[in-house]
């Protein structure tokens, strides 16, 4: 089945260690987003690429980056991460065009600050 | 701009009965709306979709949504609720630039 695929599931990493989340997909759609999410919150989008063209958020701080090196893998990069960082990392992808935007989304990185 | 507001965080219900999950959006051209659920510590999964063809939108799991324009709403009903329907829902409405526009959500309790 076509799918988003999220990995880790659950990652737990130290304050100010660098930690990358991974994202692939078998969609071969080519908009793929990144979304934080806190607890009993909404997904708050960081970014988004369409193809290789990156758009970031007004809003995201600098200590988050993404990387996608082809259309299937997207990568999260937090290169400072605080105790405020903790939180669900949702992966969504879709198609472009000019009707509906809908997104299909990954099971999620659930991570752990300490 | 588009917006979307969810009334009521918490939404209770006995099983068996109606559940209804209320969304209110705001667009400046003609809306496509979502409904999203999602469990515990998982991703959110689409569960109906409205691309202006039937106002009356039919879902997974017994779900329907109605579109109706001049309320400017887009409700999530099931007629018969389910232990397995307790859950988190999302409305969203597509926003500009490839983006969804999402509402801050209803946590959906079942009771037995």
């Known amino acids: 089945d076509a799918m988003v695929i999220q990995n880790p599931r659950y990652q737990v990493t130290q304050f100010g260690k660098p930690v990358t989340l991974s994202c692939s997909q078998t969609?071969?759609?080519?908009?793929m987003y990144w979304y934080q999410q806190k607890s009993s919150q909404a997904p708050k989008l960081l970014f988004h690429?369409?193809?290789?063209?990156?758009?970031n958020e007004a809003d995201t701080p600098d200590n988050f980056q993404s990387r996608r090196p082809n259309t299937s893998f997207c990568f999260l990069d937090i290169r400072s991460p605080g105790l405020g960082d903790a939180a669900m990392y949702l992966c969504?992808?879709?198609?472009?065009?000019?009707?509906?935007?809908?997104?299909?989304f990954g099971p999620g990185t659930r991570l752990t600050v300490l | 701009a588009q917006s979307v507001t969810q009334l009521g965080s918490h939404v209770s219900v006995s099983e068996g009965a109606l559940v209804l999950l209320r969304c209110n959006y705001s667009?400046?051209?003609?809306?496509?709306l979502f409904w999203y659920v999602q469990y515990p510590n998982q991703g959110l999964q689409l569960l109906l979709k409205?691309?202006?063809?039937?106002?009356l939108v039919k879902g997974i799991n017994g779900f329907e949504a109605e579109f109706k324009k001049s309320e400017t709403s887009f409700h999530l009903t099931k007629p018969s609720a389910h232990m397995s329907d307790a859950a988190e829902y999302f409305c969203?409405?597509?926003?500009?630039?490839?983006?969804?526009?999402f509402g801050a959500g209803t946590i959906l309790r079942v009771k037995s």
């Open positions: 969504a992808t879709s198609t472009p065009g000019p009707y509906y935007r809908e997104q299909f």
């Open positions: 969609l071969n759609h080519n908009v």
């Open positions: 690429y369409y193809d290789k063209d990156f758009n």
């Open positions: 667009s400046s051209v003609p809306p496509y």
């Open positions: 409205y691309t202006s063809a039937a106002t």
């Open positions: 969203a409405v597509s926003g500009t630039g490839n983006k969804l526009v």
